[in-house]
């Protein structure tokens, strides 16, 4: 082998101490470390964790045509399962450092707008078929298409939107705004906290909350987010075991009883994909397949 060769060899091979997982994820090779992934991975689950308590709630609130109802306990764990599954995916096939998980505005559309026009297992069928049509898109490359065809301030727009909404969650659930009840009985206006004036434990936590991932972040500390919200949620829940805080937002804050307990997969698999189709007119059903995949 000529000198030449061998100097191209030692440039080509990988940095002393990169592993197998390393070269797979090309993790040194993007600038990045296991400690920063790690971090990056902690913090990407907390943020997101919300949809784990958020998603039953609104999916198990709503009724279908029938009356019917779904289970707290089956959502929980199929909201899980489908996070797990499609973060594996979208790490291991992808090769990205993406989370994945259910569609907070998109379950209120199955909740409340197509539910009520069928059974539950009806509604599942049409999430089923809105999924395979954008696994037909993305197959064709005519996802590719639709994203460059959407103006760039509409695609930031939409982003913005999302951040505002999901910021406004939070708003309502540390009782920092509250809904002024109207006539009408809509959502709007609200006030500041519950009576017109910022008071309670709850507001305290949250404003100590921001702060301090503002201060973290100015500070440029690593894991910044994922330390304010681990402070934040002890901070909560020893406050709320010393003073008895009776409302803290959607759910309140205590010490688990079980750190693990046993998942309920009931809800797997249970749907009829072309069921709509004999529950209202097949106009109806492309709309709101359509509307999904919107």
């Not at 999916?59 to 399962?81: C, N, P």
């Not at 103006?151 to 540390?174: C, E, H, R, T, Y």
């Not at 046993?262 to 189709?277: E, I, M, Q, Y």
Request: hydrophobic content about 55%; overall charge negative; proline content about 5%.
């Amino acid at each position: 082998m000529s000198d030449s060769q061998k100097v191209a060899d030692r440039s080509t091979a990988p940095p002393p101490g990169v592993n197998s997982v390393d070269r797979f994820f090309k993790i040194s090779e993007r600038g990045s470390t296991f400690a920063r992934e790690i971090r990056g991975g902690f913090a990407t689950f907390f943020t997101m964790a919300y949809i784990l308590v958020l998603n039953p709630i609104i999916l198990g609130s709503a009724t279908d045509k029938f009356g019917h109802q779904l289970d707290a306990v089956q959502l929980t764990t199929a909201t899980a399962l489908v996070a797990a599954v499609m973060t594996i995916i979208m790490g291991v096939g992808g090769n990205l450092p993406l989370a994945l998980a259910a569609g907070l505005g998109l379950n209120a559309v199955v909740a409340f707008q197509i539910a009520p026009l069928m059974s539950w297992d009806d509604a599942m069928g049409l999430v089923v078929l809105e999924g395979l049509l954008i696994c037909v898109l993305v197959v064709t490359g005519l996802r590719e298409a639709v994203m460059h065809a959407i103006p760039q301030p509409l695609k930031q727009a939409i982003s913005v939107g999302i951040g505002l909404f999901i910021a406004f969650i939070g708003f309502v659930d540390a009782g920092f705004v509250s809904r002024v009840p109207d006539v009408a009985n809509t959502t709007v206006p609200v006030q500041l906290g519950g009576t017109g004036q910022l008071t309670g434990w709850p507001i305290l936590v949250f404003c100590l909350g921001v702060l301090l991932t503002i201060a973290l972040l100015a500070r440029k500390v690593k894991g910044a987010i994922l330390i304010s919200i681990v402070t934040m949620t002890v901070l909560a829940m020893v406050i709320n075991s010393v003073a008895d805080i009776k409302a803290w937002g959607l759910t309140t804050p205590a010490w688990p009883d079980k750190v693990v307990d046993t998942p309920d997969f009931g809800l797997l698999g249970d749907f009829s994909l072309f069921g709509a189709f004999g529950e209202t007119t097949a106009i109806t059903v492309v709309l709101l397949i359509f509307t999904l995949v919107l």
